[in-house]
């Protein structure tokens, strides 16, 4: 009985200290696990704000390209209402000169007589019904060019601010439309059409969407130059069903093989002359496109055009 016992106990001391052992690897597991998921998750931030870097970096690299474009579409409304403004301060000196006339008469410190001749030998000059006519006209006419400035500075601004990441339910054709107006002088050159359809709301990042399709544009705009034996044609065409959103781009450019076309969405690979290109752009897309669930498809074929395919889930709800 006695060794019984002295076996019974033996076997539990020995059972008792497997399972603190196996108490203190597990916990010493647990904290390693930890460390490392801690450190995981540490790393993923680091890539995140990598990531908009880089998109801020591109968001740069465009309006350094956009510049030019820019200013002169700016400097055309700009030019007419300062030519207005000096127009309207002539016309105003000849209203001063009435006014300080009026006040003459009211203060008596001339004649009726002469007030009415002063008064007649101006409407000889020019018909006060003309000159309110022509003052009306030339604020109404800087004004017009003064929004049509706010409006371009303000797509500038909107492009240029950093992308939140924080997705809200809105209308992907205000960032189609966006950087169409964005990129008007750019694409000067080109026939442009459109075809828009009426889409369901979705929950997206309208800054990011915008910045997708400025992208795009500029690479079908590109592929487009110099071309020879027709007139270059963008056709921007914005479609959806019940269950995803289509937005694609599709260009008569010089097109690209199939050696190009399988690097495009390779960091830092371009086809664009030093200078004129970063490389990162269609990554970037690629990128921001995952972002929102969708996924990119482009064909091309060379000398015939190349059409880019965005398509993006209808998220109903916030994901």
């Not at 960091?267 to 990128?287: A, D, E, H, Q, S």
Request: aromatic content about 6%.
């Amino acid at each position: 009985m006695d060794t019984i016992d002295e076996n019974y106990k033996q076997a539990y001391f020995r059972e008792r200290a497997a399972r603190i052992k196996a108490e203190q690897l597990i916990e010493d597991k647990s904290r390693v696990l930890y460390a490392l998921n801690e450190e995981l998750i540490k790393k993923v931030a680091d890539l995140e704000y990598q990531q908009q870097l880089f998109i801020q970096a591109d968001k740069m690299a465009t309006l350094g390209t956009l510049c030019a474009g820019v200013a002169h579409e700016i400097n055309n409304p700009l030019a007419y209402a300062m030519s207005n403004v000096e127009s309207l301060q002539q016309r105003m000196d000849g209203f001063c000169e009435l006014l300080d006339l009026n006040q003459q008469y009211l203060a008596k410190r001339i004649s009726e007589t002469n007030f009415q001749q002063q008064l007649a030998s101006f409407s000889e000059q020019q018909s006060f019904a003309e000159l309110l006519q022509d003052i009306h006209q030339l604020v109404a006419d800087s004004a017009e060019g003064l929004r049509r400035i706010n409006q371009i500075v303000g797509n500038l601004l909107n492009f240029a601010r950093p992308t939140t990441n924080k997705k809200q339910l809105a209308d992907m054709t205000d960032a189609v439309k966006n950087a169409l107006k964005l990129l008007k002088n750019q694409l000067k050159g080109c026939q442009l059409t459109t075809a828009i359809a009426t889409l369901p709301l979705s929950y997206c990042d309208l800054a990011t969407i915008n910045q997708i399709m400025v992208n795009i544009l500029i690479n079908a705009k590109h592929s487009c130059e110099e071309l020879i034996d027709r007139q270059a044609h963008i056709h921007v065409r914005v479609d959806s069903d019940d269950k995803q959103i289509i937005i694609s781009v599709d260009d008569n450019g010089w097109g690209m093989s199939e050696q190009v076309l399988a690097k495009v969405f390779d960091p830092f690979f371009t086809t664009k002359p030093v200078g004129r290109g970063t490389g990162m752009g269609m990554p970037l897309v690629y990128t921001m496109v995952n972002d929102h669930q969708g996924k990119i498809e482009i064909e091309s074929t060379v000398n015939v055009g190349t059409c880019v395919r965005c398509i993006f889930p209808v998220l109903s709800e916030r994901p």
